[in-house]
Nanobody, 114 residues
Framework: VQLQASGGGLVQAGGSLRLSCAISGSTSGVNHIDWYRQAPGKQYELVAGISSSGYANYADSVKGRFTISRDDAENTVYLQMNTLKPEDTAVYYC?????????WGQGTQVTVSS
């Protein structure tokens, strides 16, 4: 399983970005996808996750601002991020737990200026 995250960039506070996580390889075992982030000097934080049935969960810090979705035909999971804040600045990673293993994308940098 390979994950390719993209869509990061520099945006002003209040702006929006949409991250994409393209999934390739042995995708039949991929059900749940999570987005994590890691800010400088901080631990990884689970931001959002989506199940194969489309059930989504969010960290309290992003509820109401971020939306996770999936397009199974395109093997892609999206993270729509609105009303971005400087504290959202981090490297964002997508993650797929499969058969007891965790597959990670390479990360995409999101920088929110005040």
């Amino acid at each position: 399983v390979q994950l390719q995250a993209s869509g990061g960039g520099l945006v002003q506070a209040g702006g929006s970005l949409r991250l994409s996580c393209a999934i390739s390889g042995s995708t039949s075992g991929v059900n749940h996808i999570d987005w994590y982030r890691q800010a400088p000097g901080k631990q990884y934080e689970l931001v959002a996750g989506i199940s194969s049935s489309g059930y989504a969960n969010y960290a309290d810090s992003v509820k109401g601002r971020f939306t996770i979705s999936r397009d199974d035909a395109e093997n892609t999971v999206y993270l729509q991020m609105n009303t971005l804040k400087p504290e959202d600045t981090a490297v964002y990673y997508c993650n797929a737990p499969v058969g007891g293993l965790h597959y990670w994308g390479q990360g995409t940098q999101v920088t929110v200026s005040s």
